[in-house]
């Protein structure tokens, strides 16, 4: 059974940071491709990152590039975020999920909030 636990979350002002975790137990973490969702209120659930499988290959949704980075240790079985420049629209739910292969999401965690102040 793989499961995938974030955190990290909280309350921030409009332009400080926060560094999202994502700790996976069960199979061998560096078979996944990781990737980082988010869902704000009202809203549906959208793409935030991606990285392959060694860490070499990393994706972003156009809104978050230059301030968001995703990066992994597969010795400590763990995917990270680090959100910079943080913008109220920031504010949402955050996810992180495991799959094989890249757009394949197999396992998810049960999210962290993180909330943007103006």
């Known amino acids: 059974q793989v499961q995938l636990v974030e955190s990290g979350g909280g309350l921030v002002q409009a332009g400080g940071s926060l560094r999202l975790s994502c700790a996976v137990s069960?199979?061998?973490?560096?078979?996944?491709?990781m990737d980082w969702f988010r869902q704000a209120p009202g809203k549906e659930r959208e793409f935030v990152a991606r990285?392959?499988?060694?860490?070499?290959?990393?994706y972003y949704t156009e809104s978050v590039k230059g301030r968001f980075t995703i990066s992994r240790d597969n010795a400590k079985n763990t995917v990270y975020l680090q959100m910079n420049s943080l913008k109220p629209e920031d504010t949402a739910v955050y996810y992180c999920?495991?799959?094989?292969?890249?757009?394949?999401?197999?396992?998810w965690g049960q999210g962290t909030q993180v909330t943007v102040s103006s």
């Open positions: 990285i392959g499988w060694s860490g070499d290959s990393t």
């Open positions: 999920t495991a799959g094989l292969r890249p757009s394949e999401h197999d396992y």
């Open positions: 069960g199979r061998a973490f560096s078979s996944y491709v």
